[in-house]
């Protein structure tokens, strides 16, 4: 028993002063040193941007296509043989010009047909009148014989009806004449349907064949398309527009263009209509473009882009949008407190987007604003800008 009290009092004895050593090296002085230099306040390296006052627009793209300002269906208004074309796809074409013609042979035997009865019908009315003046001289005589005594009555009855039967045999060839020149002047037209014009109406007076459906030789209905025609200076850009900007556009509005055929040019253009009604499928509505095209270097069916200003701010708060962040789901900025080495939190309403221009509005937001490097960034945290930064504090972004 005395020596199990014994070992009992050297455990004790033992595990103090293990304790004792234990505190004693954590307070010595070199750990204390060591302490100090874990809690020395590091400098977050940053990137900085001066906060603008100016203006911004809001521009919204939009993709879209181009089509032909306007076009005409060549078409044949009788039936036959292409017999020519004289044009083919990208030739110039005039209004009212000729392009090509159907076989006339039979077009011509029916006018040469509308001739000749026309001709008997002519002669019929001929024999009608030299009838109806037969008619009219024996009545004539007939009344003078009875006024004498000499023809009775029933005699001049008859040569009364005689006489009005001509008179109705000569109105009734009058009336076959008439239709017999409706019948060769609408022969005659048919004829000239057989020359195939380009007869369009409004716009300009040359256009372009776009199309060509038929070749030389083969058999065409009434109506059946020849040639497309169109017109290609001005174009028509057509793009589709959402809800929330539908209010903001109206005729009249400017338009800079671009196209994958051309990446590095722009062409200008204007609203010239916008559709009074959004398409159920999509909820977008149709809006047109008017764009110059001189030197018809733009053509139907590109893909193009549109970019419209649908509103503009001045003298407004601008930061770069790199700038914003979030902290407790509130959108705000850092911005470098007066000493130029350590920064602030401001929260900010976003308003207008320009690319990577963004305009906000706050409290006091003016100064150097923090770009790069905020995530890690908290409340009165101390900075490092580079020095090639820290020269143009206060400077305005020019852009």
Request: hydrophobic share 40%; no cysteine.
């Amino acid at each position: 028993m005395k020596i199990t009290a014994t070992k009992s009092l050297l455990l004790i004895a033992l595990a103090a002063g293990l304790m004792t050593w234990f505190w004693a090296g954590n307070n010595s002085p070199r750990d204390n040193k060591s302490g100090n230099n874990s809690n020395k306040v590091r400098n977050i390296p940053v990137e900085v941007r001066p906060v603008e006052v100016g203006s911004i627009d809001l521009r919204r793209t939009f993709s879209g296509a181009l089509e032909p300002r306007a076009e005409f269906i060549v078409a044949p208004k009788v039936a036959g043989r292409v017999e020519q074309l004289s044009v083919n796809i990208s030739d110039a074409v005039k209004r009212d010009q000729i392009v090509g013609a159907l076989d006339n042979d039979e077009y011509v035997q029916l006018v040469d047909q509308a001739r000749a009865t026309l001709a008997v019908a002519k002669a019929n009315l001929a024999e009608a009148r030299s009838a109806e003046g037969i008619a009219n001289r024996e009545l004539k005589r007939i009344k003078t014989l009875q006024q004498r005594g000499v023809a009775s009555e029933s005699q001049l009855d008859v040569a009364t009806a005689n006489q009005l039967t001509n008179k109705v045999k000569v109105e009734v060839a009058k009336a076959e004449v008439s239709y017999a020149e409706s019948a060769l002047e609408t022969a005659l037209t048919r004829l000239g349907y057989t020359q195939i014009t380009a007869g369009w109406s409004g716009g300009n007076g040359q256009r372009i064949v776009a199309e060509r459906y038929v070749d030389e030789g083969e058999m065409v209905a009434v109506n059946t398309p020849l040639l497309r025609i169109v017109e290609l200076d001005p174009m028509t850009g057509v793009v589709f527009v959402a809800e929330r900007d539908y209010g903001l556009l109206q005729p009249g509005q400017k338009a800079v263009l671009t196209t994958d055929a051309f990446p590095n040019e722009e062409f200008l253009g204007q609203i010239e209509r916008i559709a009074p009604i959004f398409k159920q499928a999509t909820r977008q509505a149709r809006v047109e473009l008017t764009i110059d095209n001189p030197q018809q270097r733009l053509k139907p069916g590109m893909f193009i882009r549109a970019t419209v200003v649908l509103d503009q701010k001045t003298n407004v708060t601008i930061v770069p949008e790199q700038s914003l962040a979030t902290r407790d789901n509130q959108t705000g900025i850092f911005l470098v407190n007066a000493d130029g080495s350590s920064v602030q939190w401001h929260q900010v309403i976003v308003g207008i987007r320009d690319g990577d221009r963004v305009e906000v509005s706050g409290e006091n937001i003016t100064g150097q604003v923090v770009t790069l490097g905020q995530h890690m960034l908290d409340d009165n945290a101390t900075i490092s800008i580079p020095s090639d930064q820290s020269l143009k504090t206060g400077q305005k972004d020019s852009r």
